[in-house]
């Protein structure tokens, strides 16, 4: 079984400040909008560039612009979080987290990837400073920075999971994420989904998923049981 998870609200809890903050410096600094802050987004499950895109509309860059720097504006956000970032993160890990990857990385019939809106750097310098980074390898999942669109990204972590260019196979893969998004996501690519309520949408709104969890602790049966 392929798992991709999400980070934000999934992995980590409380963990996005600086990285908003990070952001919004980059969208002054690249496309010199005055107050990013002040035309706020909804970014559960987003990605990053999908949430750039929607401030710098309602600022009034055209999306020729905003096309044409686009690859300057993911650099300077990554940069910019990682000046941000705190030195540590573990206290971010939600709860159950770390003895869920514990337990999965213990499991030859399991592989760990990410499906996550952050650019990859960003995901990455996350989870090393949560202190569970090592639990997802390099070169495996999908990121903010391979697709503006969430739904584009699980087809993108299966084909890095694949073998000879055929990717992971669908009845072999789950999505596990916090948000209607995470749930949208997996089913654009045809996946099964696994909803953890640890996020900023309570259980009753995930429903549309093959299981919700309350909290990481039960996830793995969950799992299990797909």
């Not at 941000?84 to 987290?97: E, T």
């Not at 090393?128 to 503006?148: C, L, N, T, V, Y």
């Amino acid at each position: 079984m392929l798992l991709l998870f999400d980070i934000d609200g999934t992995l980590l809890l409380r963990a996005y400040v600086e990285h908003r903050h990070a952001l919004h410096a980059a969208l002054v600094d690249v496309y010199g909008i005055e107050d990013p802050a002040a035309l706020p987004v909804t970014a559960a499950g987003r990605t990053d560039a999908e949430i750039a895109r929607e401030i710098l509309l309602a600022s009034g860059v055209s999306a020729t612009r905003i096309d044409e720097r686009l690859d300057d504006f993911r650099a300077a956000c990554c940069d910019e979080y990682a000046h941000r970032c705190p030195a540590d993160l573990s206290a971010h890990v939600a709860p159950g987290v770390a003895e869920l990857l514990e337990a999965i990385d213990g499991r030859d019939d399991v592989r760990l990837s990410l499906v996550t809106g952050n650019l990859e750097p960003i995901a990455r310098l996350k989870l090393g400073r949560a202190g569970i980074g090592a639990h997802f390898p390099p070169d495996q999942g999908a990121f903010g920075s391979d697709h503006e669109s969430r739904a584009a990204l699980p087809r993108i972590a299966r084909l890095r999971a694949g073998h000879d260019g055929a990717a992971y196979p669908r009845e072999r893969t789950v999505v596990i994420g916090d948000t209607p998004r995470d749930i949208a996501c997996a089913r654009a690519d045809g996946l099964r989904c696994v909803a953890v309520a640890t996020g900023p949408f309570a259980a009753e709104e995930l429903t549309g998923a093959d299981a919700v969890a309350r909290g990481a602790g039960e996830l793995l049966g969950l799992i299990d049981a797909l």
